[in-house]
């Protein structure tokens, strides 16, 4: 079956360290994204990529990077200058056909982040 | 800026009663809508969007919803809720301006009891 996939579904980490999110499709989309999820704000989006080998900042990007070397794969690095790092992160994805209907965006499971 | 507000954080509605999740929006242009629904501890799944056309859109679990052009809001609506409806529920609108990408209102939390 087609979809996204996020790993690991929960992760601890001690102040200090880095970490990277693993996020992969199946569904030949050629965009992506990385949500941050905390109760009471809805999503913010951190990073997003339209197409392999760019990206580009969302509203939330410090502390925060991404890569896109591959068009299934858009991993996210939490690194030690996010300053609270502790919450949900969702991975997306859509086909981007460039026209007025450019499709729904399709989530994964979602990965919990939290720091000790 | 592309934006929904949802002014509601929690609504609960009696099993079988209709439903209603408000959302209203603020764009420059044509809006693109979504709603999309969430359970705990998962990803979000899609319900229905607004493109262009009725007015009317109906979607996925039985979920309606109608665009008002005159009062900027795309309300979300249900005849006959479920107690298996109970989630977080989430408007959003396409972002111009971050290539195809959401934002997403604050989240309204539905309850329904038996």
Known sequence: DGGITQSPKYLFRKEGQNVTLSCEQNLNHDAMYWYRQDPGQGLRLIYYSQIVNDFQKGDIAEGYSVSREKKESFPLTVTSAQKNPTAFYLCASSKFTGGADTGELFFGEGSRLTVL | ?114
């Open chain 2, 1 to 114: 800026a592309q934006s929904v507000a949802q002014p509601e954080d929690q609504v609960n509605v009696a099993e079988g009663n209709p439903l209603t999740v408000k959302c209203t929006y603020s764009v420059s242009g044509n809006p693109y809508l979504f709603w999309y629904v969430q359970y705990p501890n998962r990803g979000l799944q899609f319900l229905l969007k607004y493109i262009t056309g009725d007015n009317l859109v109906k979607g996925s679990y039985g979920f309606e919803a109608e665009f008002n052009k005159s009062q900027t809001s795309f309300h979300l609506k249900k005849p006959s809720a479920l107690v298996s409806d109970s989630a977080l529920y989430f408007c959003a609108v396409r972002d111009t301006n971050s290539g195809y990408a959401l934002n997403f209102g604050k989240g309204t939390s539905l309850l329904v009891t038996p």
